[in-house]
């Protein structure tokens, strides 16, 4: 059966859009559907990933709460922050789907689809304050070298700028979107079109 919960939304067979076609349980509460149709309203469309994890309340909800508690304003991280770390974390971990969602979203943010490319295929390219190259290079031991942080690569990022409560933030957004990147690979889920022309 098919739900239409927004304008732009029908949440029919994902397998249109993903190696998997799961069940449309047609079960989102009021929350969760004013959470889709503002995520629609917000963009135009219906971002893939949307209809992926709206097919149930539970697993909608379950990726919405940690996003939402990493996008709090006190986190330290600004929006570019917030577009850099995923979209490096893509990057680095050959997410497609997330490198074409968070690169339309960082060309909104800077106005520069020169710098977004550099930050999408090698972020070490790219003209970065200290700031955020620190950021960076942290966010990368994340995503292929966890065992090698330790206080050192702690204070690198204390020593840029960057409070006790921003590195939690920073670890945790870069932890977040690796689990994001890999279930997107491993699902298959496909580019959402609309994001190659975005922002341009």
Known sequence: MTVVLGDSMACGSTREICGLDLEERNNLDDEMVAMVRGIEKKYG??????????????RLRAFMTPYMELMRPESGLTPRDHELI????AQSNGCAYCCAHHSARLRGLCDDAVFVEYIGRNYRLAELTPRERAMLDFVILVQEDPESIGEAERDCLREAGFSDEAIWYIAATASFYAGTNRLAVATGLEITPEYLSMNR
């Open 86 to 89: 995923p979209l490096v974390s």
């Open 45 to 58: 469309f219906t971002p893939y990933f949307v209809r992926m994890f709206a097919t149930d309340n539970q």
